[in-house]
Structures are given as structure tokens and as C-alpha cells.
């Protein structure tokens, strides 16, 4: 069965820095991309970045480039999103994904088949 745990939300304060990790289990997803969505009260849930199998390649929503990096370690089936200069409008519970349908683009929802129970991040102003 086919686990993606998310940790690392928290509260801080705008300006302020969080790393969020998803550990993924049950199955084999090193030759999947992986995303990080969001979803903040009353809104839908929104594409935040995606990275390829290898590593190599990323896309981000415009409001996480530069200061949103995420990254992924195979050898762990764990990706990682380091967000920097945080803003209240970040927000939101944070999930991750595997993209299994690869008809679909990286920043759609249903690429994904595979999506965690969500960390909460709080970012006071």
C-alpha cells in the first residue's frame, strides 16, 4: 500500500524559513515525478513545484519561484521542499504527490495518483 507521509509545517513568522520532507513507502517511485501542492482555506487546491525522477528537473508556480527549492532524495523515496522568505499567503496545508499519469502536465492535479495527508503551514504576519 502506497504511503506518502509529509512533516516539517509548522507556525513562523513572515519572512521566516520551513522544510517540508515526504517520505514516500509501499512502492517504487524512483522513476516518477514527484509534487508539492497546497490548499489554504476556501480556495482550491493549487499547484506550489514538481521535480522529474531524476532530480534534474523542476517547474514552479510563479508564486513559489525564487524563493521555493524543492529537491528529492531516490536512495530515501523522499522529496523535500525548503521554503524561504515566507509570506502570510503561503499559508495553507501542504501536500505531496507521485505523478503516475504521464499524458498530464507536472503542475495538474490529476497527474497524481498518490497524495499524502498534508502538514500545516502557519505564517504569522
Known amino acids: 500500500q502506497v504511503q506518502l507521509v509529509e512533516s516539517g509545517g509548522g507556525l513562523v513568522q513572515a519572512g521566516g524559513s520551513l522544510r517540508l520532507s515526504c517520505a514516500a513507502s509501499?512502492?517504487?517511485?524512483?522513476?516518477?515525478?514527484m509534487g508539492w501542492f497546497r490548499q489554504a482555506p476556501e480556495k482550491e487546491r493549487e499547484f506550489v513545484a514538481a521535480?522529474?525522477?531524476?532530480?534534474?528537473?523542476?517547474l514552479y508556480a510563479d508564486s513559489a519561484k525564487g524563493r521555493f527549492t524543492i529537491s528529492r532524495d531516490i536512495a530515501k523515496n523522499t522529496v523535500y521542499l525548503q521554503m524561504n522568505s515566507l509570506k502570510p499567503e503561503d499559508a495553507a496545508v501542504y501536500y505531496c504527490?507521485?505523478?503516475?499519469?504521464?499524458?498530464?502536465?507536472?503542475?495538474?492535479?490529476?497527474?497524481?495518483?498518490?497524495w499524502g495527508q498534508g502538514t500545516q503551514v502557519t505564517v504569522s504576519s
Open positions: 521535480i522529474s525522477w531524476r532530480g534534474d528537473s523542476t
Open positions: 509501499g512502492g517504487t517511485f524512483s522513476t516518477n515525478a
Open positions: 504527490a507521485v505523478r503516475t499519469v504521464r499524458t498530464r502536465s507536472w503542475f495538474q492535479l490529476d497527474a497524481y495518483d498518490y
